[in-house]
């Protein structure tokens, strides 16, 4: 990346310029040193113009079709004049760090629009990077003016809690004829969502989509009793015939309004930036020791040995932890 003007990025932000929209993700997505100064500096230029956007999660089991659902959902809001800012986290492989990046060929429709901007997030290897690259991105495409902003996870897991946790709506997309409704999905993603969709609800499939609704909302009624208790609104929808899509739409819409008429979408986003800043201070030390010269030089041999068993994870942690203390030391000030 050439030197970053940070000011002339954030008018570029601001006036909804697609390029600088695509540089300030890439700054904001990078590890460089020097680049996190000057992160921090454009999202403190650019919040003053966030917060007014739809936050929607979605998650989903695997072949749910939740790219496809995107789309669709994506160019039907675009079709009634909204923006629409996707954030796909990606997987990150181990080895490479590099993405997958599938989901912008399942959402070709949606990203040939001028009123869509799509951009997969790597996942990182821990869940800081979720929460730092994401966030941020969020807030890129909040300030350059999109008013629904959607972002996209891999699938069920500790990334997906993550992401409930910056949004203002998270919804499940699950499928019927794959057993079990609840088998694979963690009690606690069930818990944590506030709309459920049964995607592929078209053909031959339809009748089999609302048995599994009417089997998802006798499982809500007993996970979550009580008369008093709001319970997420479950339906059916194709992505593929377009049947749904606006009942779903206006659950999530119904949703956000109720956290606005009992106060608490104020409350939840106060809490998300509480969440925001630990994890970046998580994310900040994981990447100090990880730094550190000392840890730096005894790391490959140390890895090795908990690997085959010569030293335990515990004793290893012990040292990295120890090495690390050892160079503050050495670099504060007698």
Same mark, same amino acid.
């Given at each position: 990346?050439?030197?970053?003007?940070?000011?002339?990025?954030?008018?570029?932000?601001?006036?909804?310029?697609?390029?600088?929209?695509?540089?300030?993700?890439?700054?904001?997505?990078?590890?460089?040193?020097?680049?996190?100064?000057?992160?921090?500096?454009?999202?403190?230029?650019?919040?003053?113009?966030?917060?007014?956007?739809?936050?929607?999660?979605?998650?989903?089991?695997?072949?749910?079709?939740?790219?496809?659902?995107?789309?669709?959902?994506?160019?039907?809001?675009?079709?009634?004049?909204?923006?629409?800012?996707?954030?796909?986290?990606?997987?990150?492989?181990?080895?490479?760090?590099?993405?997958?990046?599938?989901?912008?060929?399942?959402?070709?429709?949606?990203?040939?629009?001028?009123?869509?901007?799509?951009?997969?997030?790597?996942?990182?290897?821990?869940?800081?990077?979720?929460?730092?690259?994401?966030?941020?991105?969020?807030?890129?495409?909040?300030?350059?003016?999109?008013?629904?902003?959607?972002?996209?996870?891999?699938?069920?897991?500790?990334?997906?809690?993550?992401?409930?946790?910056?949004?203002?709506?998270?919804?499940?997309?699950?499928?019927?004829?794959?057993?079990?409704?609840?088998?694979?999905?963690?009690?606690?993603?069930?818990?944590?969502?506030?709309?459920?969709?049964?995607?592929?609800?078209?053909?031959?499939?339809?009748?089999?989509?609302?048995?599994?609704?009417?089997?998802?909302?006798?499982?809500?009624?007993?996970?979550?009793?009580?008369?008093?208790?709001?319970?997420?609104?479950?339906?059916?929808?194709?992505?593929?015939?377009?049947?749904?899509?606006?009942?779903?739409?206006?659950?999530?819409?119904?949703?956000?309004?109720?956290?606005?008429?009992?106060?608490?979408?104020? $409350?939840?986003? $106060?809490?998300?930036?509480?969440?925001?800043?630990?994890?970046?201070?998580?994310?900040?030390?994981?990447?100090?020791?990880?730094?550190?010269?000392?840890?730096?030089?005894?790391?490959?041999?140390?890895?090795?040995?908990?690997?085959?068993?010569?030293?335990?994870?515990?004793?290893?942690?012990?040292?990295?932890?120890?090495?690390?203390?050892?160079?503050?030391?050495?670099?504060?000030?007698?």
């Amino acid at each position: 990346m050439r030197e970053i003007d940070v000011a002339a990025l954030t008018d570029g932000v601001l006036a909804g310029s697609r390029a600088a929209i695509a540089r300030a993700i890439t700054l904001v997505e990078s590890h460089r040193p020097d680049h996190r100064p000057k992160a921090s500096e454009l999202v403190r230029a650019i919040t003053p113009h966030t917060g007014a956007s739809v936050r929607v999660g979605i998650t989903g089991v695997p072949g749910a079709g939740k790219s496809t659902f995107i789309n669709a959902l994506g160019v039907r809001l675009i079709d009634r004049e909204h923006k629409v800012g996707v954030v796909a986290v990606d997987p990150s492989s181990r080895r490479t760090g590099g993405s997958i990046l599938g989901d912008r060929t399942r959402m070709a429709d949606l990203t040939a629009l001028d009123g869509a901007f799509v951009r997969p997030s790597p996942s990182g290897k821990h869940l800081g990077g979720v929460a730092r690259a994401t966030r941020e991105s969020m807030l890129i495409l909040e300030a350059a003016g999109f008013g629904v902003i959607i972002v996209e996870t891999v699938g069920v897991g500790q990334n997906e809690i993550a992401v409930s946790e910056m949004v203002d709506t998270f919804l499940l997309l699950t499928i019927a004829g794959a057993g079990d409704q609840l088998q694979g999905i963690k009690r606690g993603i069930i818990e944590l969502a506030d709309v459920i969709a049964v995607n592929k609800a078209d053909g031959d499939n339809e009748g089999r989509a609302k048995v599994a609704a009417r089997d998802l909302k006798t499982a809500m009624r007993l996970m979550l009793p009580g008369k008093d208790v709001r319970r997420p609104e479950i339906l059916t929808c194709s992505a593929q015939t377009g049947a749904g899509l606006d009942e779903v739409w206006q659950a999530v819409l119904d949703h956000r309004a109720h956290l606005e008429s009992e106060g608490s979408l104020a $409350a939840r986003r $106060a809490r998300q930036q509480e969440d925001w800043m630990w994890a970046m201070v998580d994310a900040h030390l994981t990447d100090a020791v990880r730094d550190s010269p000392s840890v730096r030089a005894m790391v490959h041999d140390l890895t090795e040995a908990v690997r085959t068993g010569r030293t335990s994870a515990v004793e290893g942690s012990e040292r990295i932890l120890g090495s690390y203390a050892a160079d503050l030391r050495r670099s504060s000030p007698s």
